[in-house]
């Protein structure tokens, strides 16, 4: 038996059994190959059920509000994911009358379609005969073949790329793109693979050299950035209508773009109080007026992101009326229930459901 018919084989017994996969849908599929991307599966799940009982269709995707979208996909991470999609279905529906495309290479042009998730969804949904090439591709056969070039290199690519081809069987290129991945995460897997109970034990390079730590190679990779947020809780509490905030919606080309949150300062270092009090920004809001920043240091969260790593400081500030006009001129005044109800990015939830619960 072949290795693409041995994998099958070994599919059609222990493949995962998940929705998007009982269906050839492309919009379920799309919507799979999307949320899936570096998530875990079951963390994946949850957000496919909810994201496609809010928008069944690509209609009703591209008929919906970016708000909406975000307060759906609220929690998950990764928002440009989400803005992407909803960007790509109105695309669809208003470049292409609702009709998806059926190859990768038209895939790829929609906004938010990488190389992985258009050939997964072209050979999926439309029987492209095509290799999906993600982490899990790469390692199998880094570790079948033993192999040295990098993965992570134009030249490692190529070779990962054209071996995958070659491996790919005349028919059933959706279900195994799937088997590779289902393969990668439940035998071959990054840490203690299964190799005793493995299929491919005997013909397995790396196994037979007892050297499977070792694959794949790649480069060292770049340390990820680390940033300094400073954020400013401005909040007002009257007996009669409860706690407020002062808020502001994220703007530019960042992490977090279109979210809600406190108005921010962000600095290069873990910076004092002091000087927070003589930073332009800070004078730019307030000047001379007297504001009770300096009571407290904030309260530290770290954050971790992909290839980002915030350190969050919260000062928690409540305004008296002088101010609070003041402010109103700057930031969004909105009450805690439509904070609530904007969406906003799981540092800023975390911290507000922290700061509540406390109250
Ligand atoms: S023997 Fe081990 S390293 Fe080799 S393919 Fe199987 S699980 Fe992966």
């Not at 979210?259 to 927070?276: R, S």
Request: aromatic share 14%; charged share 25%; hydrophobic share 40%.
């Amino acid at each position: 038996m072949n290795f693409s018919d041995h994998l099958l084989s070994w599919y059609d017994g222990n493949g995962r059994k998940l929705p998007w996969r009982t269906t050839r849908d492309p919009y379920l599929i799309w919507v799979s190959e999307i949320i899936l991307q570096q998530t875990r599966m079951e963390q994946g799940l949850v957000y496919f059920n909810r994201f496609t009982e809010a928008f069944p269709d690509v209609y009703a995707l591209a008929k919906a509000s970016e708000h909406q979208v975000l307060r759906v996909w609220q929690g998950f991470g990764y928002y440009s994911r989400a803005r992407h999609l909803h960007r790509a279905a109105r695309q669809i529906v208003e470049e292409h009358g609702g009709v998806f495309p059926e190859t990768s290479r038209e895939w790829i042009r929609l906004k938010g379609v990488g190389p992985y998730a258009a050939a997964a969804i072209a050979s999926i949904a439309f029987d492209e005969a095509v290799p999906a090439i993600d982490g899990n591709v790469y390692r199998i056969l880094a570790r079948l073949y033993a192999i040295e070039q990098h993965m992570d290199t134009s030249a490692g690519k190529k070779l990962f790329y054209d071996l995958a081809m070659c491996l790919l069987p005349a028919c059933r290129a959706g279900d195994f793109n799937q088997a590779m991945m289902d393969f990668g995460s439940l035998v071959c897997k990054p840490v203690r693979p299964d190799c005793p109970n493995c299929i491919f034990q005997v013909q397995c390079k790396a196994f037979r050299q007892s050297a499977v730590g070792q694959y794949p190679l790649r480069r060292r990779k770049k340390p990820a950035r680390v940033r300094q947020f400073n954020y400013f809780c401005f909040y007002t509490d009257d007996l009669q209508d409860g706690v407020s905030f002062f808020i502001q919606q994220r703007k530019g080309n960042d992490i977090w773009k279109n979210l809600y949150e406190f108005p921010l300062l962000e600095t290069k270092h873990n910076t004092p109080v002091e000087k927070i009090a003589a930073h332009p920004w800070w004078q730019a809001l307030f000047k001379d007026d007297v504001v009770p920043l300096l009571e407290h240091d904030g309260i530290t969260v770290r954050h971790q992101l992909t290839h980002q790593r915030i350190c969050a400081r919260f000062f928690r500030i409540r305004l008296y009326d002088a101010l609070k006009e003041k402010l109103m001129q700057q930031y969004l005044y909105v009450n805690r229930e439509t904070f609530d109800s904007l969406p906003k990015s799981r540092l800023i939830e975390g911290f507000l459901k922290t700061w509540l619960s406390m109250a």
